[in-house]
């Protein structure tokens, strides 16, 4: 006679198969989640590329790029530089936008009460957050993987456009630029599925969210370079390693992108946001498994 127990664990693979099936149909069906990814790709363009390149085109690079001179504006503007390049918005910006990714994606379900009619018929609890956490997760890197294509492919046309080089970065360093934006922007995702949870709605959750990421570490961050006993703890706040890791990718120097720190070394970024991810994405599945759904 076959156990109860041994069918409930081959059944929950493809239980948790389903549910990712289903949260990612019902992202790609939800106008918001086309909305919170569009404008980020179009910022990213913009701020990456547009303005440098008419800041390099009318010779007015002081005052529109950081003060870079022309000739490093211009290769930053390469597809060698697009791994350097397309992380440093993420920190600050790209990270604020997923968070109220992640918080719409969780939060919502709470105000039309899609939540309570799927943690009571069918997957588990912890299937049907578990599918969540994981298509946020694979909705990342599907982003990242765009955002990496299309300013590649607007590096190579301004790259062609001056008659510079059409070289692209080595494959490490493709790989490093990836994984870096993927770490920065799950973070930030699993950031807003906690706190659209906790709140149990997506507009707290999103004025929380952006408050934190915007202006509250910021703030800590200035207290902890006056007071060093909590700078500690500041120099491992979320923000601090998100922006640690991409500075990490920075090649040229002068100011830096809003977001964009030195405060953590390459690795020791990665483990913090290693730890955030999982802290972040555990604490969303123990609430909705914990908590009363009414």
Same mark, same amino acid.
């Given at each position: 006679?076959?156990?109860?127990?041994?069918?409930?664990?081959?059944?929950?693979?493809?239980?948790?198969?389903?549910?990712?099936?289903?949260?990612?149909?019902? /992202?790609?069906?939800?106008?918001?989640?086309?909305?919170?990814?569009?404008?980020?790709? /179009?910022?990213?363009?913009?701020?990456?590329?547009?303005?440098?390149?008419?800041?390099?085109?009318?010779?007015?690079?002081?005052?529109?790029?950081?003060?870079?001179?022309?000739?490093?504006?211009?290769?930053?503007?390469?597809?060698?530089?697009?791994?350097?390049?397309?992380?440093?918005?993420?920190?600050?910006?790209?990270?604020?936008?997923? +968070?109220?990714? %992640?918080?719409?994606?969780?939060? &919502?379900?709470?105000?039309?009460?899609?939540?309570?009619?799927? /943690?009571?018929?069918?997957?588990?609890?912890?299937?049907?957050?578990?599918?969540?956490?994981?298509?946020?997760?694979?909705?990342?890197?599907? +982003?990242?993987?765009?955002?990496?294509?299309?300013?590649?492919?607007?590096?190579?046309?301004?790259?062609?456009?001056?008659?510079? &080089?059409?070289?692209?970065?080595?494959?490490? @360093?493709?790989?490093?630029?990836?994984?870096?934006?993927?770490?920065?922007? &799950?973070?930030?995702?699993?950031? %807003?599925?906690?706190? %659209?949870?906790?709140?149990?709605?997506p507009a707290l959750a999103v004025g929380l969210g952006l408050v934190w990421v915007l202006v509250v570490e910021n703030l800590l961050r200035g207290v902890? =370079?006056?007071?060093?006993?909590?700078?500690?703890?500041?120099?491992? +706040?979320?923000?601090?390693? =998100? %922006?640690?890791?991409?500075?990490?990718?920075?090649?040229?120097?002068?100011?830096?992108?809003?977001?964009?720190? &030195?405060?953590?070394?390459?690795?020791?970024? /990665?483990?913090?946001?290693?730890?955030?991810?999982?802290?972040?994405?555990?604490?969303?599945?123990?609430?909705? @498994?914990?908590?009363?759904?009414?």
């Open positions: 006679m076959t156990d109860r127990g041994t069918l409930d664990n081959h059944g929950a693979f493809p239980a948790l198969v389903a549910s990712v099936r289903a949260e990612l149909l019902r /992202l790609r069906k939800w106008p918001a989640f086309w909305i919170v990814l569009g404008t980020w790709i /179009l910022l990213n363009l913009t701020f990456a590329y547009l303005f440098n390149y008419l800041a390099y085109t009318t010779g007015s690079s002081t005052r529109m790029s950081n003060g870079l001179p022309r000739d490093a504006l211009l290769q930053q503007m390469l597809p060698a530089a697009v791994p350097e390049v397309f992380t440093q918005g993420m920190a600050l910006f790209g990270g604020a936008l997923l +968070l109220v990714l %992640g918080a719409l994606a969780t939060g &919502s379900g709470y105000g039309w009460g899609s939540w309570k009619t799927a /943690l009571t018929q069918g997957p588990s609890r912890a299937n049907v957050i578990g599918a969540v956490v994981l298509s946020l997760a694979l909705t990342v890197v599907a +982003l990242v993987l765009v955002a990496f294509a299309v300013d590649t492919g607007v590096a190579m046309l301004i790259a062609g456009s001056q008659g510079q &080089s059409l070289a692209l970065p080595s494959m490490g @360093r493709i790989l490093l630029g990836i994984g870096s934006g993927a770490a920065i922007l &799950s973070m930030w995702t699993l950031a %807003g599925a906690l706190v %659209g949870t906790a709140a149990r709605g902890g =370079a006056i007071f060093s006993p909590i700078q500690a703890v500041t120099d491992h +706040l979320p923000g601090t390693a =998100a %922006g640690s890791l991409a500075g990490s990718m920075r090649t040229v120097s002068g100011p830096a992108t809003p977001g964009v720190l &030195s405060v953590l070394s390459r690795g020791e970024s /990665l483990i913090v946001l290693a730890v955030y991810v999982m802290l972040f994405a555990g604490g969303t599945i123990w609430l909705v @498994r914990r908590r009363d759904m009414a």
